[in-house]
């Protein structure tokens, strides 16, 4: 599961990346704003990827996909890209889970 989630969270840095690059750009929001609660849910994602062994990442990855999709608020395309990755992010769960526990059956 830890891959999976991992690659997802990573892709999800990338994408907040180009998310605030645009935002600055299309919004009225100041570029302050934009990067203090971009560069935050970055580090985030980056800190979740070591994380994720640990009891209460997954939810934590949950509300990170919340956020995301509620980013939308002020830029509308977030609503779609947000919604993209939290499936995205509940097929790594699901899946992973399941990779693990085929793993767990051969060892």
Excluded: N
Excluded at 55 to 82: D, H, K, R
């Amino acid at each position: 599961m830890r891959v999976l989630c991992s690659s997802t969270l990573i892709g999800e840095v990338l994408v907040l990346l180009f998310g605030g690059l645009v935002a600055m750009r299309l919004t009225d929001v100041p570029s302050a704003t934009i990067w203090a609660v971009t560069g935050a849910a970055m580090v985030l994602c980056v800190l979740l990827c070591g994380t994720l062994s640990r009891p209460g990442a997954v939810p934590v990855g949950w509300a990170l996909q919340i956020a995301l999709i509620a980013s939308g608020t002020v830029l509308p395309m977030m609503y779609v890209v947000g919604a993209v990755f939290a499936g995205l992010w509940w097929c790594s769960v699901h899946y992973g889970r399941k990779i693990d526990a085929i793993k767990a059956a051969r060892a």
